[in-house]
């Protein structure tokens, strides 16, 4: 199995921060610091549709599991939600102090999560798009959000160096994960939800945690500069840096499978395609490049 360079999207003006599939594969949406949020198809890499209601810089954009909503968070310190269809906005979310930097749905689809440079997380209602919850206790901004695929777990990565757990039920935090240096730009769950990765910045490493036990299982060597962003696809898993590359390594072992060279400056997002054929990484280049998976 190899992945080689598919094709390159081209229209951002500035730094593409985030990038994510649909759910059904059939669009690919990236969010940039030049303001916008645009749509792509993903196979003939054509642009659909480009929105400007954000005025600052957009930090992330996702989808709930049964893509019926389209979220995005920005420096101009609110978190809109879309209409996947109509491409209208449907609501405005408004209470961070600081920008929002991340954000993630619940897998029911009905909380969404939101981490902002103000060290709070925050929960949302999605229906009514009001405020559920607000989680204190990092010390410096929240970087990354990710729930457990069972749903009852948080995971907030912050640049005070730690990943702490939450417990869905009583918003407490249970466990706090030590041992990265500097921020931790992401956290994320393996599908099973048996293992939590998470990139740290000034030691360059990624770090792969048994989320029940809190202790750090492997810690996995070989970028050069900051990780950026991780993303799970079934037995791999994949990791974006400031040294310009994509790291594919297995997800059992974190045995280094792959470096993925084509960026000229960071890989700020990766995401992988629902059927696993497809990686796109958004870059510092201010382009979207498209990985295709050869078996």
Same mark, same amino acid.
Not at 79 to 104: E, F, M, Q, Y
Not at 159 to 166: E, G, K, S
């Given at each position: 199995? /190899?992945?080689?360079?598919?094709? *390159? ?8 921060? $985030? ?18 949020? /645009? ?8 642009? /659909? ?12 954009? +996702?989808?709930?599991?049964?893509? &019926?909503?389209?979220?995005?968070? &920005? ?6 939600? =879309? ?17 929002? =930097? ?43 959000? #990710? ?8 995971? &907030?990565? $912050? @640049? ?10 009583? =918003?407490?935090?249970? *466990?706090? +994960?030590?041992?990265? /240096?500097?921020?931790? !730009? ?22 792969? =945690? ?8 492997? %810690?996995? #060597?070989?970028? %050069? ?6 993303? !799970?696809?079934?037995?791999?898993? @994949? ?5 310009? *590359? ?13 470096? +993925?060279?084509?960026? *000229?400056?960071?890989? $700020?997002?990766? @995401? ?8 796109? $990484? ?14």
């Amino acid at each position: 199995m /190899k992945t080689v360079e598919f094709s *390159t999207l081209t229209g951002h003006t500035r730094s593409v921060r $985030s990038v994510v599939f649909s759910p059904d594969g059939s669009t690919l949406v990236s969010a940039s610091l030049d303001c916008t949020i /645009k749509l792509w198809d993903p196979i003939n890499g054509a642009h /659909k549709e480009t929105l400007t209601e954000h005025k600052l810089p957009v930090n992330c954009v +996702l989808f709930n599991a049964e893509g &019926s909503a389209l979220a995005s968070v &920005s420096e101009d310190k609110t978190i809109r939600l =879309w209409c996947p269809t109509t491409l209208n906005t449907k609501a405005v979310l408004v209470g961070h102090t600081d920008w929002v =930097w991340s954000a993630a749905f619940s897998p029911d689809g009905q909380t969404l999560a939101s981490g902002s440079l103000d060290n709070t997380v925050r929960l949302w209602d999605v229906a009514s798009g009001t405020h559920k919850a607000t989680l204190r206790g990092h010390t410096g901004s929240v970087l990354s959000v #990710a729930f457990s695929p069972d749903g009852n777990t948080l995971a &907030s990565g $912050s @640049a005070d160096a730690t990943v702490r757990l939450w417990d869905i039920n009583s =918003w407490q935090c249970r *466990t706090t +994960l030590i041992g990265h /240096k500097g921020n931790i !730009y992401s956290a994320v769950f393996s599908p099973d939800g048996r293992c939590l990765a998470s990139g740290g910045s000034f030691d360059k490493t990624i770090r792969l =945690w048994d989320p029940t036990t809190g202790q750090c299982k492997v %810690t996995l #060597a070989g970028h %050069t500069d900051r990780v950026w962003s991780i993303i !799970y696809n079934d037995t791999v898993f @994949a990791s974006g840096s400031a040294d310009n *590359t994509i790291r594919l390594w297995d997800a059992t072992n974190g045995a280094n499978k792959e470096i +993925l060279r084509g960026h *000229t400056d960071r890989v $700020s997002s990766v @995401a992988f395609s629902p059927d696993g054929n497809l990686l796109a $990484s958004g870059s510092a280049d201010t382009t979207i490049v498209l990985w295709k998976t050869i078996r």
